[in-house]
């Protein structure tokens, strides 16, 4: 099997269904004659070509002036060859595992401590009134 021309192709670009959209239009801007469809089925399927042709065009013309406004390439700068970085000095041990809960007791007893600090003071008993 051929491969189809360039015309083929155009043909099969074109909707079917915009040549009969625009050609039904013609036709009834002509006054609706009798006997003249296949006149304004190609009629229409020469505009959408001549449309497409136009469109392909210009978008060529837009490519070629983008191409043209844009600035020449700059040459890339060569790398400077960075010295090598000195070692960092290494970080302090963590603590042992086993000290974080001997640590965790100490600020839970000074929590404990406060509270008991901010406790409201027992009241006097007052006389007549039965406590609970």
Do not use: F, T
């Not at 009969?20 to 089925?41: K, M, Q, S, T």
């Not at 959408?48 to 060529?60: I, L, R």
């Not at 406004?69 to 890339?76: D, F, L, N, R, S």
């Amino acid at each position: 099997m051929s491969e189809p021309s360039e015309s083929e192709k155009i043909e099969q670009m074109l909707s079917e269904e915009a040549i009969r959209d625009r050609a039904y239009h013609l036709w009834e801007a002509d006054g609706r004659p009798e006997g003249n469809g296949e006149v304004y089925w190609h009629r229409a399927q020469e505009e959408a070509k001549a449309q497409m042709v136009k469109s392909q065009a210009q978008g060529v013309a837009e490519a070629q002036a983008a191409a043209e406004a844009e600035p020449p390439a700059k040459p890339a700068k060569a790398a400077k060859p960075k010295a090598p970085k000195a070692p960092k000095a290494p970080k302090a041990p963590k603590p042992a595992k086993a000290d974080k809960p001997a640590k965790l007791r100490a600020k839970i007893d000074d929590v404990a401590k406060s509270m008991k600090k901010a406790a409201p003071k027992p009241r006097a008993a007052v006389p007549g009134v039965k406590s609970k």
